[in-house]
């Protein structure tokens, strides 16, 4: 789902940069990456975060990618330097991610799982196109959040099937996706990382 006119402005506005900033901190703390990885963003929006994230963790490979094209041509724009060589956009949907299976070291979302009809389907395609031992870096807010008496009215977000804590854990772990490290407000969101498992060779 695409944001609407205020959404776009919640999410282009220094505070959210700032916002932003301080979670990559925390969670290349709670879990670095060796350099010279391949990473996907999904839900990258203007690039404000992939910058945040290729001064973080210093990818060979940054792919950035938004279902929204403008956004995407307002990231192109949005780079300069050694970023603008390291990165890749894509418009494409989160549900169908175009790349194959076991190839991405590393996936960040920054709040776009809860903009996904089906949302389920997006986290076995995560799972899907990370390694065996591949990251995923989520931030995600909860209905209570954007879907109360004063947000509904203002922001567009899906109504129906609606995740909270108890609902993503377990979607998470039927994707094979197991959370390692979290930061949880019940009622407001989470902040984790979530590692897909070795395989037993």
Not at 97 to 121: C, E, M, Q
Request: aromatic share 10%; with cysteine; net charge positive.
């Amino acid at each position: 789902m695409k944001l609407n006119w205020a959404e776009r402005w919640v999410v282009n506005n220094p505070a959210r940069v700032f916002q932003q900033h301080m979670e990559i901190k925390w969670l290349r703390q709670k879990m670095p990456l060796k350099p010279g990885v391949t990473i996907l963003e999904v839900g990258c929006g203007r690039g404000a975060g992939a910058r945040l994230i290729f001064k973080a963790f210093r990818p060979s490979r940054l792919h950035i990618l938004d279902l929204d094209i403008k956004m995407v041509q307002g990231a192109k724009a949005y780079f300069s330097g050694a970023i603008k060589n390291t990165v890749s956009l894509y418009v494409g949907d989160s549900v169908d991610l175009p790349f194959k299976s076991d190839t991405l070291d590393a996936l960040f979302g920054f709040g776009f799982l809860h903009h996904v009809p089906d949302w389920r389907r997006a986290l076995s395609e995560i799972a899907r196109v990370l390694k065996s031992g591949g990251v995923y870096y989520i931030e995600e807010l909860y209905p209570s959040l954007y879907q109360n008496v004063i947000t509904k009215r203002i922001l567009l977000h899906p109504e129906h099937d609606r995740f909270v804590s108890a609902d993503l854990r377990t979607a998470l772990d039927e994707a094979g996706l197991h959370i390692v490290e979290a930061f949880e407000l019940k009622k407001i969101g989470i902040l984790a990382v979530a590692v897909k498992p070795e395989r037993n060779t």
